[in-house]
């Protein structure tokens, strides 16, 4: 691992996941063990069924590993209460989903609020940060628009606003251009590098090489494994 000046940020041990079946148990991850620093931009690959989006759904809080450790920040998250884990998810993570996860007949002001509507934040407040959000993400001219009225493209960096509103520690996303025609994800592709380059901590899993070479590292699962881990250099990122 180069020494990119970075933090340690995500630290897990002998992650396992296991699905009993009820007639055969699935081993989704058997054994992983890395760390992802903060600052950095990391995309996961690797074929079907490798333990790529399992994995990160363990990392983004949505699933509890069945084994070994998992530390954000020095804080040891694999022994949290659901309620610690419901708090660290409101306050240090930021999830984009392939399908976007936006309720279609809210505005897309209203979508990047929800979160802080959750947290309790006053109506004024939540307001000026869910516009703050989607003017950070080139759609400042769009915040009463509904998803419907949007391009698949433009849905996407809703999702991304709604993820940054909360000003998390890190943003995690899983095949964040899948639902996307090639121009609208190199759109998509260009504001995460800008994201990463204003200081964001962001993890990808994708299936696309052409998308993962926007990373600096590259870690590849495969049979639950994490088999290869590769960085490039920054320069080619820029």
Same mark, same amino acid.
């Given at each position: 691992m180069p020494d990119n000046g970075y933090d340690s940020f995500i630290k897990v !041990? *002998?992650?396992?996941?296991?699905? *009993? %079946?009820? @007639?055969?148990?699935?081993?989704?991850?058997r054994g992983v063990s890395l760390e992802i620093q903060q600052g950095s931009f990391v995309a996961i690959m690797g074929p079907s069924g490798s333990g790529k989006t399992t994995f990160l759904d363990i990392l983004g809080c949505l699933s509890r590993p069945t084994?070994?450790?998992?530390?954000? !920040?020095?804080? !040891?998250?694999? @022994?949290?209460?659901?309620?610690?884990l419901a708090q660290l998810r409101n306050h240090?993570?930021?999830?984009?989903?392939? &399908?976007?996860?936006?309720?279609?007949r809210a505005s897309a002001l209203s979508n990047v609020e929800l979160p802080l509507l959750y947290d309790g934040?006053?109506?004024r407040e939540r307001l000026r940060r869910?516009?703050?959000?989607? @003017?950070?993400?080139?759609?400042?001219?769009?915040?009463?628009?509904?998803? &419907?009225? %949007?391009?698949?493209g433009q849905r996407q960096r809703v999702a991304i606003a709604r993820a940054l509103v909360n000003?998390?520690?890190?943003?995690?996303?899983?095949?964040?251009?899948? &639902?996307?025609d090639s121009r609208s994800g190199e759109s998509i592709m260009a504001l995460f590098v800008d994201l990463h380059a204003a200081g964001n901590t962001i993890v990808m899993v994708t =299936?696309?090489?052409?998308?993962? =070479? =926007?990373?600096?590292?590259?870690?590849?699962?495969? @049979?639950g494994l994490a088999v290869k881990d590769e960085w490039q250099e920054k320069s080619e990122n820029r």
């Open positions: !041990k *002998d992650i396992t996941k296991i699905y *009993d %079946m009820g @007639d055969s148990v699935v081993e989704a991850l084994g070994g450790e998992y530390w954000i !920040k020095g804080q !040891k998250v694999s @022994d949290f209460s659901e309620s610690r240090e993570i930021g999830f984009v989903f392939q &399908n976007f996860n936006l309720l279609p934040v006053s109506r869910a516009e703050e959000a989607l @003017d950070s993400v080139g759609l400042g001219d769009r915040v009463h628009h509904r998803p &419907n009225e %949007m391009s698949g000003k998390p520690s890190i943003l995690f996303a899983d095949e964040p251009t899948g &639902n996307l =299936h696309e090489p052409d998308v993962a =070479h =926007h990373a600096e590292r590259t870690i590849s699962f495969k @049979d």
